[in-house]
């Protein structure tokens, strides 16, 4: 196995954007106050024991059965024009892909991931969705009038690990079972060539696995957002990501600087491991 593949692989909500995907989307459409709506979640939540997200997806669910609103995959699809990124998010993939390929002589791959706890019928409109390889994120099921009516996936900060080992072992369908036995020398994307990008406390368990097993990432934030610099601040103190950064995706920012670095270092390290192979 050639292992001459990067992976970097992004949360979405709060990392490539500035509110979550449902503040663009459903929340405005069936009329909620996003911080009522959060707070009546993590109330539940608290209250019964449940998972978040399950609670979350219920909810959202309630409300429309409540105002008479039928949401359909094609409804959440047409959502996803409505999604607002980050400064520079739209370029910053073309950019990281040309910065590979000069860096290597065009020898070593770079692929971009979502994993994302969000709606993947709202992120299979995103206008980014061309530059992103595979999405992971929460679906629901659909009624033979193609309406949403339970979650039939659910991602959450501690699941997002299984879609790590996905990618690592290149299984990405998730018909495929990722339980069997692979020797590390034919993972198609090792661990230590991945680059996790989040935002906070929800991506702990990915940043974690990843630098346990060799990789890297970045914590990114909203500089306006006292709460999510001292989270920042707090991960890179306990060795949970390499750098963090302001949340500015633009070409010579901090953020795209210190991606840089750790590409050099990445690439660099692909390049001796094959040189390596090829004396033996």
């Not at 909500?13 to 929340?27: C, F, I, R, S």
């Not at 993939?93 to 770079?110: M, P």
């Not at 368990?205 to 920042?232: D, N, R, T």
């Amino acid at each position: 196995m050639k292992q001459n593949k990067i992976a970097m692989i992004y949360d979405f909500d709060g990392t490539l954007t500035p509110k979550t995907m449902q503040e663009y989307t459903l929340l405005p459409k069936l009329g909620l106050n996003p911080k009522s709506f959060w707070d009546s979640i993590n109330e539940e939540s608290k209250r019964t024991g449940g998972e978040t997200m399950m609670v979350f997806m219920r909810h959202l669910l309630d409300q429309a059965k409540e105002k008479n609103i039928k949401i359909s995959k094609n409804e959440f699809f047409k959502m996803g024009k409505d999604i607002k990124y980050y400064q520079g998010v739209s370029e910053w993939f073309d950019n990281i892909n040309k910065y590979v390929k000069k860096l290597s002589g065009n020898d070593i791959q770079i692929y971009h991931y979502i994993i994302s706890a969000g709606h993947m019928e709202i992120l299979d409109g995103v206008s980014i969705k061309k530059y992103i390889r595979k999405i992971f994120a929460s679906e629901y099921f659909y009624n033979k009038n193609k309406h949403a009516v339970f979650p039939k996936i659910v991602v959450t900060d501690t699941t997002k690990t299984q879609y790590l080992f996905r990618i690592n072992k290149g299984k990405e369908k998730l018909s495929e079972s990722i339980n069997t036995h692979m020797s590390e020398d034919k993972r198609p994307i090792p661990f230590d060539n991945m680059i996790y990008v989040g935002d906070g406390l929800t991506d702990v368990p990915s940043m974690a696995l990843i630098k346990k097993e060799g990789g890297h990432s970045i914590a990114v934030y909203q500089k306006k957002l006292k709460e999510q610099v001292i989270i920042c601040k707090e991960l890179s103190q306990a060795n949970r990501v390499d750098f963090i950064a302001e949340a500015d995706y633009r070409k010579n920012s901090n953020l795209y600087k210190k991606t840089c670095l750790l590409l050099n270092y990445v690439v660099a390290k692909i390049q001796y491991n094959l040189e390596l192979k090829k004396s033996k």
